[in-house]
C-alpha cells in the first residue's frame, strides 16, 4: 500500500524527545537582573509586581545600594539548571532568593 508522501506516525507520542529542557525565561531575567536591576526589571518579567515594588523602594531608600540583590540573583538564575528556574520562579512563585 502507498502512503504518499507520508510517513508512518504510530508509536511517536510514546517517544522519549532528545531535544534537551529550555527555559524561555531564565536568560531574560538572569540579564535584566544583572544590567537593569536597579529597576527590578526581572521581577517585572516574573510576573512578581508586589517583590519588584518592593525592590524598587528599596533602591530609592538605600540610594542605590540594594540593587546588589538582583545583581546577585541575576547570577545565580545563570547558573541554575532551567528545570530548576522555571520549577522555583515560574511555577513555583519563590518571589526571592
Known sequence: MENYGYTKTENVHNQQSS???RSEKKIPAAILGI???WLALNKFYLGYTKEGVIQLVLNVVTFGAASIIPFIEGILYLFMSDKQFDDTYV????GWL
Not at 91 to 94: A, D, P, Q, R
Open 19 to 21: 531535544v534537551p529542557y
Open 35 to 37: 544590567l537593569v536591576g
Open 91 to 94: 511555577y513555583g512563585k519563590k
